[in-house]
């Protein structure tokens, strides 16, 4: 039983070749069986999680790989449905910022920190996760999905905030390239929501 909460965040790991398969082969991101995959991947980190803290078998792999998983599933489904249509392209803020957090993750433990997940940080992770599969489940235009997903965005940037300052002029330089090439071509609308939430991601890095 001590190996269960390690065997289900391998399962986890191991269901997202499955999960892309079934997105690509979809109309336009829309799959209830590709939802049903990931909600089914995502309730396995609240399991996995209840029962390491219940069997006393926390360990060093688990604390690494738990959350790793749910970065790359979350990350992974943000770009597919960022290519299918159903997401706009300040959505890709999401894998840009794990990408960072991962690669300056061996360094971090090198120098004695500690991955401790928050409260803010698991409900961030849980909007994230209901709002990529309500969209796999609605129609494409369906707005309110998208809400959701900003909203666990600006939840999830103090997860974000140790990016630093290189992070922050590479995503404000992209805020000021959409901007003026919305102003001078105007064949595309800016996602209010999303460049909101995109700054703040800025002003959360330039706060270090």
Known sequence: MRHVPNALTLARLLVIPVYVVLVLECDGGQSILAALVFGGAA??????????RRLGAQSAFGAI???LADRILIA????????????????LA???RDGLLVA??????????????????KVATWLLYASLAFTMVTPPGTAWPRWL???????GLPLGASVGWFAAGVLLAA???RVASAALTRHRAIDVAGL?????LVAACTTV
């Open 76 to 91: 992974v489904a943000v770009i597919l449905l960022w290519h299918a249509g159903r997401l706009p392209w300040l959505a």
């Open 104 to 121: 300056a993750a061996p360094f971090a433990i090198a120098r004695g920190y500690r991955f401790q997940v928050s409260l803010v940080g």
């Open 175 to 177: 805020v000021a390239a």
């Open 149 to 155: 997903f900003w909203a666990g965005l600006e939840q």
């Open 43 to 52: 309730i396995t980190d609240q399991v996995d999680g209840y029962l390491a």
């Open 94 to 96: 999401i894998p840009v």
């Open 65 to 67: 790989a738990d959350p």
């Open 196 to 200: 909101v939430a995109l700054v703040t």
